[in-house]
């Protein structure tokens, strides 16, 4: 663990818990992709060339890679603890992005049908093998070896992240689990106290999360003297590069009082 993970309380976060909602938001996903359109599946999404057809097919890698995962040889030791994976994200990008597109290029994902019965089969081989699959198994995840039980965290932020992504791309309306929601919103949350340790901004994003920030003057009682507020989604935004700071603030999604309220500069936290 990073020197500055290890100074940031972990969260725990129910296995059971987790496992399920990893499940419910990924059936959310099939849900929506069943209504797409042939046309729906070229539209472009905001990540960098991708159209939906690229990113539906990334959302089934996402949750296939815990199936692949498992089926590989466990490894010898952790090298990743749940807090230093929004960090270690960045130098993987290439390699996800040049799988997803392999993957969206095999001609199944070319229409409706063959998406939906890609992510059926991720789904079916998700429910074959993950419940007897121990919470504290170790994963080779990209980022390097973690407990399966903090990998699938990742995967709920993977799933609510770009379900946000398919929703902006196709203008359709699609649920969030609550576990689900809340899971992302809190790793994210607790990612930024990482970046920015100190104690002297009270990040709020109710109902989920409330994290304390930024070196300076630490906030011992009463109403802190700097404060940034939100909702669930609008964070997630700017924690992951698809919200700017100063637009959120000018569109009163985000308020922030104080001066040392202005956390622009630490985002995004998982880029």
């Known amino acids: 663990m990073s020197p500055a993970a290890r100074k940031t309380r972990t969260r725990r976060y129910d296995p059971a818990k987790t496992r399920a909602a990893v499940t419910a938001q990924f059936a959310h996903v099939r849900e929506a992709v069943r209504g797409l359109s042939a046309e729906q599946l070229a539209l472009p999404t905001r990540l960098g060339g991708w159209t939906v057809r690229e990113l539906v097919a990334h959302l089934a890698m996402a949750v296939g890679s815990v199936v692949r995962l498992l089926e590989e040889p466990a490894p010898a030791r952790q090298e990743t603890a749940l807090l230093d994976w929004p960090s270690a994200t960045a130098p993987t990008a290439s390699g996800i992005d040049d799988d997803t597109r392999a993957l969206a290029a095999t001609g199944e994902p070319d229409t409706p049908q063959g998406l939906e019965a890609l992510l059926a089969r991720a789904a079916d081989r998700l429910a074959g093998i993950l419940p007897e699959a121990p919470d504290d198994r170790l994963v080779a995840s990209r980022a390097g070896a973690m407990r399966l039980d903090d990998y699938l965290v990742t995967r709920c932020v993977e799933l609510v992240v770009h379900t946000d992504d398919l929703a ?5 309306e699609i649920p969030y689990d609550r576990q689900a929601l809340a899971t992302a919103t809190r790793l994210l949350a607790d990612a930024l106290a990482v970046k920015a340790p100190g104690g002297s901004v009270e990040v709020r994003v109710p109902p989920f999360a409330v994290v304390q920030c930024v070196a300076g003057p630490k906030h011992t009682r009463g109403t802190p003297p700097n404060v ?15 919200a700017v700071w100063a637009d959120e ?18 985002l995004p936290v998982l880029a």
């Open 168 to 172: 902006a791309a196709t203008c359709t």
């Open 228 to 242: 940034v507020e939100t909702d669930p989604l609008t964070w997630l935004r700017l924690a992951t590069g698809r």
């Open 249 to 266: 603030l000018a569109a009163a999604t985000v308020t922030a009082s104080g001066e040392r309220a202005d956390i622009g500069d630490q």
